[in-house]
């Protein structure tokens, strides 16, 4: 059984530039959240996608917004980037909706300067 | 809106010392309760978990026990190991949707 993956490990940008994170679930989850984690504080979610539609959004700004393939896979895109969006981004894969526990990948390392 | 509050870190023990790591949270339902573990380079894994008052979940040593009069979820373990060092999360999350809420989280060094 395959673990939940993201890609890429690290990622440098610049202020304004676009990213975009993806993110393969474990075999059999098909719901797919994603959250923030900034330096010596705690994830913040911020949107979860359930078969491929989105279910669920923190308090994020429009800029932040994702996809979820057939396959169940995902990515984050973030445009317009600001200093402050400089975080690890946790990608969690769960089975269906509810209270099913969520597997957390390692994350994605971005920094904006 | 629901909160988790954590005793902040770092916490610095010696081996076999016993812990505890505080959590109280805030929530307008009756939320589940989390402890999730990050060890260094890894991801976030579950610990424990508990999903209604009085209900204890316990994992590789460690426990917690709902407590709803006090809105707590206080992490103990009795004799800990260099190999526990990692950051702890508390976390709660609603029934009514599916994000965790997190806390800030308990960064912990145990010395041999």
């Known amino acids: 059984e395959t673990g939940v993956t993201q890609s890429p490990t690290h990622l440098i940008k610049t202020r304004g530039q676009q990213v975009t994170l993806r993110c393969s679930s474990q075999s059999g989850h098909n719901t797919v959240s994603w959250y923030q984690q900034a330096l010596g504080q705690g994830p913040q979610f911020i949107f979860q996608y359930y078969r491929e539609e989105e279910n669920g959004r923190g308090n994020f700004p429009p800029r932040f917004s994702g996809l979820q393939f057939p396959n169940y896979s995902s990515e984050l895109n973030v445009n317009a980037l600001e200093l402050d969006d400089s975080a690890l981004y946790l990608c969690?894969?769960?089975?269906?909706?509810?209270?099913?526990?969520?597997?957390f990948g390692p994350g994605t390392r971005l920094t904006v300067l | 809106g629901d909160s988790v509050t954590q005793m902040e870190g770092p916490v610095t023990l010696s081996e076999e010392a016993f812990l505890t790591i505080n959590c109280t949270y805030t929530?307008?339902?009756?939320?589940?309760l989390f402890w999730y573990v990050q060890y260094p380079g890894e991801g976030l894994q579950l610990l424990l978990k508990?999903?209604?008052?009085?209900d204890k979940g316990s994992n590789k040593g460690f426990e917690a026990t709902y407590r709803k009069e006090t809105t707590s979820f206080h992490l103990e373990k009795g004799s800990v190991q260099v190999s526990d060092s990692a950051v702890y999360f508390c976390a709660l999350s609603d029934r009514r949707d599916d994000k965790i809420i997190f806390g800030k989280g308990t960064r912990l060094h145990i010395l041999p």
């Open positions: 508990a999903t209604k008052a009085d």
């Open positions: 929530a307008t339902g009756y939320p589940s």
């Open positions: 969690a894969s769960s089975s269906g909706q509810g209270l099913n526990e969520q597997f």
